[in-house]
């Protein structure tokens, strides 16, 4: 299948920082990403969709201001966790849509996650 | 919007059984049904998905049935093995509208020897 890279794999920080996930699709441009979260023996929440050069569509109760997304290239897409707080902490996780399948073969690849603990 | 509920949260059997995990759906337009198998801190890895116009789909030992009337599908593993053991996600999806995933819950399963 399509590979998904996600960097870094593990993150501290101290609260208040900020800290950037990065995630890239090495094998097929995506338009479109997804932004999840997920907390330890609990589901996958959707937070964002990230859209190639336009504004990421945030879901309902996450903040916009605090989670920012930029979705630049047709491989890259990237979450900065701004003024992060210990609640925030978290597995940070993205997917990709591989269009190479043509509509509506399209599937979902995710990256490895990210590990977010703020001290 | 979408609601995805999974059965059973748990799940234990013998190596050599069968295992079910079940889910139920709200949304009549989601169209796509992806089953998702996720290791302790590790990525969700796709192992089979349905769509709307198939009741029924089998890649080796995993099948997935669908029944649009009652909004359900379901994850069939036979002759379970060890390296089954994971927790197993549900998820729809409308494809007309982004294939934005909802999931559900997670089910653990553990094979014992």
């Known amino acids: 299948g399509a590979v998904v890279s996600q960097h870094p794999s593990r993150v501290i920080c101290k609260s208040g920082t900020s800290v950037k996930i990065e995630c890239r699709s090495l094998?097929?441009?995506?338009?479109?990403m997804f932004w999840y979260r997920q907390f330890p023996k609990q589901s996958l929440m959707l937070m964002a969709t990230s859209n190639e050069g336009s504004k990421a569509t945030y879901e309902q109760g996450v903040e916009k201001d605090k989670f920012l997304i930029n979705h630049a290239s047709l491989t890259l897409s990237t979450l900065t966790v701004t003024s992060a707080h210990p609640e925030d902490s978290s597995f940070y996780i993205c997917?990709?849509?591989?269009?190479?399948?043509?509509?509506?073969?399209?599937?979902?690849?995710f990256g490895s996650g990210t590990q977010l603990s703020v001290l | 919007g979408e609601n995805v509920e999974q059965h059973p949260s748990t799940l234990s059997v013998q190596e050599g059984d069968s295992a079910v995990i079940k889910c139920t759906y709200s949304d009549s337009a989601s169209n796509y049904f992806p089953w998702y198998k996720q290791e302790l801190g590790k990525r969700p890895q796709l192992i089979i998905d349905?769509?709307?116009?198939?009741g029924e789909k089998k890649d080796q030992r995993i099948a997935v049935t669908l029944n649009k009337t009652a909004k359900h599908f379901s994850l069939h593993i036979t002759e379970t093995q060890p390296e089954d053991s994971a927790v197993y996600f549900c998820a729809a999806a409308y494809t007309g509208g982004g294939n934005k995933l909802t999931f559900g819950t997670g089910t653990q399963l553990k094979v014992e020897l």
């Open positions: 349905i769509r709307s116009n198939v």
């Open positions: 997917s990709a849509r591989d269009p190479t399948g043509g509509f509506p073969n399209e599937k979902l690849f």
């Open positions: 094998d097929f441009q995506a338009t479109t």
